[in-house]
């Protein structure tokens, strides 16, 4: 089954502890994106990869870090996470880029108190 | 970017064809419509996408007006499954960095049983 998952579904941290937020899809797909979504605000674009060791920035990438390594793995780095950055997560992949169909994730909540 | 305008909300009733419109004026001749929707507490869900041609797949049909600055998605038979965000976006094809979903505020559909 096509799948992008990500792992942890909640997370509650405090500011300043650096974590992490895997995603892994098995589609063998070389567009990888992250989002976030904040209401009134939408899904916003944080980072996207067109393929392994190849990043850019998204239209919010301040505080994050992303790395891709592997083709199937874009995990999300919050070195030093703020309370600005409580939001919904959501990793994104596609074969094509903005032409062909994304999968999405099912969602990180993440809490920073 | 070019933009997309959608109501905020439409209603229907089960069983019933629900045509959602969205307008997207400032469309570029390499722009992709995208149609995507969001159930409550989940990602995004891919439901169809197209250039100049109508499209249909076993989700819903896409109906592109022949100038291309407003399309509707079609849901033939409502369900009460369908109730949830629907979110008209516009990609580009090909290039670096084409590979993002601009999201707005979407639609809010209710289904009535």
């Known amino acids: 089954e096509a799948q992008v998952t990500q792992n942890p579904r909640y997370l509650i941290t405090v500011t300043g502890k650096k974590l992490t937020v895997t995603c892994s899809q098995n589609?063998?797909?070389?567009?990888m994106s992250w989002y976030r979504q904040d209401p009134g605000l939408g899904l916003r674009q944080i980072y996207y990869s067109m393929n392994v060791e190849v990043t850019d920035k998204g239209d919010v990438p301040e505080g994050y870090k992303v790395s891709r390594k592997e083709k199937r793995n874009f995990p999300l780095i919050l070195e030093s996470p703020s309370p600005n950055q409580t939001s919904l997560y959501f990793c994104?992949?596609?074969?094509?880029?903005?032409?062909?169909?994304?999968?999405f994730g099912q969602g990180t909540r993440l809490t920073v108190v | 970017d070019a933009k997309t305008t959608q109501p905020n909300s439409m209603e229907s009733n089960e069983e019933e064809p629900v045509h959602l419109p969205c307008n997207h004026s400032t469309i570029s001749g390499t722009d992709y419509i995208h149609w995507y929707r969001q159930l409550p507490s989940q990602g995004p869900e891919y439901v169809i996408h197209?250039?100049?041609s109508n499209v249909n797949n076993r989700m819903a049909s896409l109906a592109i007006a022949e100038d291309r600055k407003s399309s509707t998605l079609i849901l033939h038979r409502a369900t009460l499954r369908d109730a949830a965000v629907y979110y008209c976006i516009l990609s580009k094809s090909g290039g670096y960095g084409t590979d993002k979903l601009i999201f707005g505020t979407g639609t809010r559909l209710q289904v009535f049983p």
């Open positions: 589609m063998n797909h070389e567009y």
């Open positions: 197209g250039l100049t």
């Open positions: 994104a992949s596609s074969s094509g880029g903005g032409v062909t169909e994304a999968f």
